[in-house]
């Protein structure tokens, strides 16, 4: 197969450390975050792929019962839980990927609060946010495993696998490459670094479907998510150098569509010209939740969504904003200020 990335010694380690509680499992449990997209459920999916060849017994758990669309093709997607309340499968170990915090799991963490305490719970993610929320005996250490460089989590898991000696067959690199096709819009964002492709080149060698990743994430819509794009774009409009839409309840109701069909329409409007960071907003009982993207030198929304209790990465993060129309154009006047606020401090000038 010709050069293969080799795991780092950071990799080395901390796959070691992991290993101990996933060997002593025998049931574990896989849930993935709400509002999911192709990274939670393509790294979620592939490693259980891995720990199933294994030999372990993996229940992979869309925590609000929902799987995006555009990952019902992943191998393995037909046999997601879906999560609709009670208590939680019997397992022995919890093993959450690309989830930054507990609440990301919904109602799943919520109910199972207690058993995530109790662990042993392991977290495997790249948000620079990430809380660490997973335990093995009472202790954090050990058992999360946070890589901020990495582009996307299904990255770490190829990584972690060759850690691992894991043998990766062609139906977990495909959903591995959907993790990283998803996360870096098909190795397009600033995240993606040279062992990103490196990766990707395993794994197209390790027999991924390319094309079916690349057709299901980004070439085919159905006819209801081309009618919401053109309300959420008609709609678009600037606070100051935001640029900013909405989703409703109406719009989607109008469009014929579900939330998750205005995937990738923000990464759209984030390409205006002028536009310091894009905000698309989707209308929930009495709250906002906030999509922020940005293409500027210097802006980190991250940093902007945690300072509304959210989070997320530099370039792409998301919060929740209680309230309704006042608050909303509170808080894009606030970001305006903030953004404008790091551009300052970065010492770039500020266009006009
Ligand atoms: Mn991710």
Redesign the pocket.
Known sequence: MGQVVEPDETYRERAAALWPAIAAARRILCPFHINA?P??VG?TLGICHLLAGAGKAVTVVASDGEVPATTRFLPGAGDIARYGGGPLPDADLILAL?SSDPERLGDLFAIGRERFAAGPTLVID??VTNTRFGTVDGEAAGANFVDERAA??AEMVYLLARAWGLPLAPEAATCLLA?VYG?TLSLQTTSTTPRTLRVVADLLAAGADLTGVVNNLYRTRPYSAVRLWGAILSRAAWSGQVLWSEITPEMLAEAGAGDGEAGGAINFLTGTVGARVTVLLHRGEGEWRAGLRTLAEGVDVAAIAARFGGGGHRKAAGCRIAGGPAERDAFLRAVDELTAGQIADCGLRIAD
Do not use: F, I, P
């Open positions: 997209d990274d939670a790294s690309d790249h948000h996307a989590t993790g996360d």
